[in-house]
């Protein structure tokens, strides 16, 4: 049995929503009342009767939903009916499921292992696989229809549905492929050798336009969605096996780093707590290139959330912390605890010990659900000495510009304020600037190679330069990309 995945991986960005009311995990949570938490309730207590019930209930308002097959499978194993458990399996198979060590390990399905049904599942695993994946590039045709580009990844089992330009696409795959190599060595070293290997399901990345990433945002959250989309950054959905990003920065880094981590915790078995999801992944959201050219963490608007709260003396205790629940951490301030739980990864990842944090964790998971006493063990220290520490080095960290400010350098052009997901678009000039080329409807998509996706990542990478200093922009007119030599202009 299991509960249906559907809400993991929101990201939050945008600190605009600060001020408003937060509703989608409202809108993609359970009730307590719905079939599916009937369900599991029932089959926790091994009632099956009445979780059966809950679960044809649950089949007749969503048919599709293959969590809710699986889960019919096991109640009718447990029931002893291995002939329609077996039916019910293919079903829930041939409709999406993709988790073969769920299907191996759970107990409930063990009065099935022996059936023909079961051995033929297991054992065609591979081209099941495949055709799911065929399947999801059939549907991703459908819904974004033949202006898209659509690419397989082989080595990461990635499948791309593409809006933007061929070379875009490119920036993005590669993108994913530099998130990849930096996941492997600084978080699942020593954890696993690969995150894509033959028995992992393959994984949809979307990169739709703006205009189809609201209607998306809309139909998945429904009407509260709407006017609030700058919120939703993105979402990975570990059922389904879909990533759709809103833009192919931090949004896209996040998520991706959600596929990686749950084809961790999914070989594991484990299901690891909030903190650890969203912190992992947002720690990647934001770096700087090493000298090697590898991302390295770097301080962004979430720590200064984080290093707000600290000086308002109202940063939640490490043992507090890890065991916050998801509806409170996603629930009406989110952003306070992604920037606390991003932090505290940065600081982790600071002094070197994440890959031998997550390791210890994953090994320990059993004792320590809440990953707070391999805290301790990769630190050396105690609870209580990482509260001081992390709040001392928290309040040692810079406060990172969120705006261009009076004084500092800019580009000399007004951006419009919405965005694209690709870049910033140029919406005006500031009086007496040189544009170097550049125009009003122009996407800026990197500064000196730099990729700038969205308003925070343009601002961090002007805040190192100075006015009077000359730039390469690169930019998007239309179908071309470009690129413009700018001298940076002192802000007014
Ligand atoms: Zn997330």
Redesign the pocket.
């Known amino acids: 049995m299991r509960r249906l995945r559907g809400t993991?991986?929101?990201?939050?960005v945008a600190a605009a929503l600060a001020a408003c009311a937060w509703p989608y995990a409202a809108a993609g949570q359970d009730e307590g009342g719905s079939p599916e938490e009937r369900a599991i309730r029932a089959f926790a207590a091994g009632d099956y009767e009445t979780a059966e019930a809950a679960l044809r209930r649950q089949l007749e308002e969503d048919p599709g939903n293959f969590v809710a097959m699986y889960n019919l499978a096991c109640v009718r194993a447990m029931r002893g009916d291995t002939a329609e458990a077996g039916e019910m399996l293919i079903r829930a198979v041939e409709h999406g499921f993709a988790d073969i060590r769920q299907l191996t390990h759970d107990p409930h399905l063990a009065p099935l292992r022996g059936d023909p049904r079961y051995l033929a599942i297991v054992q065609r695993w591979d081209e099941i696989l495949e055709r799911r994946a065929a399947t999801d590039l059939d549907r991703a045709r459908e819904r974004f229809g033949g202006g898209y580009l659509y690419e397989r990844d082989e080595r990461l089992r990635l499948l791309f549905a593409s809006g933007f330009s061929p070379e875009t696409t490119a920036q993005c795959r590669a993108e994913v492929e530099r998130i990849h190599a930096w996941a492997m060595e600084e978080v699942f070293a020593g954890t696993h050798e690969e995150l894509a290997g033959a028995q992992d399901a393959w994984v949809l990345v979307a990169l739709p336009t703006r205009r189809d990433f609201e209607r998306w945002a809309f139909e998945t959250y429904g009407p509260a969605a709407r006017g609030y989309t700058q919120g939703i950054?993105?979402?990975?959905n570990h059922d389904t096996k879909q990533l759709v990003t809103g833009d192919l920065g931090a949004s896209l880094r996040?998520?991706f780093?959600?596929v990686l981590h749950w084809r961790s915790a999914t070989r594991l078995g484990q299901i690891h707590p909030v903190w650890v999801?969203?912190g992992l992944?947002?720690l990647i959201e934001d770096y700087d290139p090493g000298p090697d050219g590898r991302p390295v963490p770097a301080p962004s608007w979430r720590t200064n959330q984080a290093r707000f709260l600290a000086e308002a003396g109202k940063l939640l205790k490490v043992r507090d912390l890890v065991s916050v629940p998801r509806e409170h951490f996603t629930g009406t301030r989110p952003l306070a605890y992604?920037g606390q739980a991003r932090a505290l990864f940065l600081f982790v990842h600071a002094r070197g010990r994440l890959a031998a944090w997550y390791r210890h964790f994953t090994e320990h998971f059993r004792e320590d659900p809440t990953g707070l006493a391999s805290l301790e063990a990769a630190l050396g220290m105690s609870a209580e000495e990482i509260d001081a520490e992390y709040r001392r080095w928290l309040l040692s960290l810079p406060k990172v510009p969120e705006e261009v400010r009076v004084g500092s350098a800019s580009l000399g052009v007004q951006i419009d304020a919405t965005g694209t997901g690709e870049g910033l678009t140029i919406s005006a000039f500031v009086p007496r600037s040189a544009a170097g080329g550049l125009r009003v409807g122009d996407v800026i998509t990197h500064v000196d190679g730099r990729a700038v996706r969205d308003y925070y990542e343009l601002v961090r990478v002007l805040a190192r330069r100075s006015p009077g200093e000359i730039v390469e922009v690169g930019y998007r007119r239309g179908r071309l990309h470009g690129t413009a030599t700018v001298t940076l202009k002192r802000a007014e």
């Open positions: 993991t991986g929101v990201a939050v950054g993105g979402h990975y996040h998520e780093m959600h999801q969203e992944c947002a992604y």
